[in-house]
């Protein structure tokens, strides 16, 4: 009877004292799991207002809206033609600058998406419920920026780049543009590829190169974007008409496929649902069957990508497993956050053991790795989610690509391995690979 008892106290102190870790570590002057790790530069306190922007206007006194616009008039008068453009300055009542940045000048705030709720409480509401939805989430972006151990290892600079885009949880002018925050701005595609771009998320480069986006490039320019985003009032979808029919304010609320980034079962019933939803959205311009048949080879087409990429993975565990990468763990700076040759000092292989992490200080097979799974991978999957063919089979072929590169760097680690082994030696890089000006400027500045 003691046994079970003192596992249960054990486990209650851990979860206790787990607990109260997690709380400590959140209160250092940065943010996230990592806050005592770093400290933010000036610039983040523009992305993520509510913890880190701090008023720098010298001006003193208390101001009316009317106020602030006499002054800005002069001082900034892009902002006051864009505010006089708004509805902001045509509503019965107007929203004047004070209802959104307080009226002590001293004092003036940054507008976070909870001030934007004051009027807009179902927009706001439905954009925070996209939280219970998981991962993807924008309304947990700039949550998971913070805490992912990559951030604290990265220079400033570069995560400042990452946070820029992560910032769509925290103010929400990331998709209508202050100060006109016009609906129609954030109904046309442009409104997203500001960070739906790149490697890691090709969205604009497989949206327009389908048939959707060029007849959008062709004919958009003639559409009337102030009409809501329902069967009729456009001749082809766009990116909101997609991820937030009706004006939805929950983007990645329908996600079939996670982003593409973890195999997922597509016969769940929730996912089923989903499916029905996307099916009769589709049928707003498509008969039902052929938008099935879409659905069936996205499915066809991850089901392809995942056969590669788990069969890559296993490559490398393989090579793990015989302490055959080069450099290992212990002879490289360690994986964030880790002390070296710690318990915790691993190669990360996949998306469950921290990959996502782990692109910077690991040896080139494993980069290599990365890159296909972020890079190809998820080209190939936004290209087969937005109808671009062609994109499918150039991702399945860089794909093909890495896996055959992988596999011949493979084989040159066994033949080193093999010849260490009969010379009855191992190579060893002196610490080599443990400096450098990258590793040494984080370590340093961060």
């Known amino acids: ?30 943010a996230g799991l990592y806050s005592r790790l770093w400290s933010p530069d000036p610039v983040q306190g523009y992305w993520d207002p509510a913890k880190f922007y701090q008023s720098t206007q010298m001006v003193e006194g208390v101001f009316q809206g009317e106020q602030c616009v006499q002054c800005h008039e002069s001082i900034t008068p892009g902002i006051v033609a864009d505010w006089r453009n708004s509805r902001h300055a045509k509503a019965g009542e107007r929203v004047w600058c004070s209802a959104c940045h307080g009226d002590d000048h001293q004092r003036l705030h940054l507008p976070t998406p909870e001030v934007c709720g004051g009027c807009h409480e179902k927009q706001h509401g439905e954009f925070k419920d996209e939280a219970d939805y998981g991962f993807p989430s924008h309304v947990l ?9 990559h951030f604290v290892d990265k220079p400033k600079a570069e995560v400042q780049s990452c946070v820029q885009c992560h910032s769509v ?23 997203c590829i500001t960070c739906h771009s ?45 991820h937030m ?5 929950q983007v990645a609320r329908k996600s079939l496929w996670k982003f593409g980034l973890q195999e997922i079962n597509p016969h769940t019933s929730a996912n089923k649902a989903l499916r029905r939803e996307w099916i009769g959205l589709c049928g707003d311009c498509h008969e039902k069957e052929q938008a099935r048949g879409w ?46 040759g710690g318990p915790g000092s691993k190669v990360r292989i996949g998306y469950f053991e921290g990959q996502a992490s782990a692109f910077y200080n690991v040896s080139a097979i494993e980069r290599d790795y990365f890159e296909m799974w972020y890079f190809d991978n998820l080209g190939a999957y936004k290209a087969a989610a ?25 084989r040159d680690l066994r033949a080193l391995g093999e010849a260490e082994r009969k ?19 984080n370590r340093e500045r961060n």
């Not at 925290?170 to 409104?191: G, L, N, V, W, Y």
């Not at 450099?327 to 070296?340: I, K, S, T």
Request: aromatic share 8%.
């Open 423 to 441: 010379a009855g030696i191992k190579s060893d890089s002196g610490g080599l690979w443990q400096g450098g000006a990258y590793t040494d400027h």
């Open 245 to 249: 029919d009706g004006g939805r304010h």
């Open 169 to 191: 949880a925290t103010k929400c002018d990331s998709c209508h543009t202050r100060h006109r925050f016009d609906a129609a701005e954030a109904r046309r595609p442009e409104a």
């Open 1 to 30: 009877m003691r046994t079970p008892l003192i596992v249960l106290v054990l486990s209650l102190t851990a979860l206790a004292s787990g607990f109260a870790y997690v709380q400590w570590s959140k209160g250092g002057t940065g």
């Open 386 to 410: 937005h109808g671009h063919w062609a994109g499918v089979a150039r991702g399945h072929k860089r794909m093909s690509e890495s896996m055959q590169r992988i596999e011949a760097g493979a």
């Open 198 to 242: 790149g490697p890691p998320h090709p969205d604009d480069d497989s949206y327009f190169a389908s048939a959707h986006g060029r007849l959008y490039l062709a004919e958009g320019d003639q559409w009337d974007w102030s009409k809501p985003l329902v069967k009729g009032n456009y001749k082809v979808p766009t990116c909101a008409y997609c």
């Open 141 to 149: 972006a700039m949550d998971r920026a913070l805490s992912a151990p």
């Open 295 to 340: 659905l069936s080879a996205l499915d066809q087409e991850r089901k392809q990508a995942w056969q590669k990429l788990y069969a890559t993975e296993d490559i490398l565990k393989g090579l793990r497993a015989d302490d055959l990468l080069f450099p290992a763990p212990g002879e490289r700076p360690p994986y964030p956050l880790e002390a070296p």
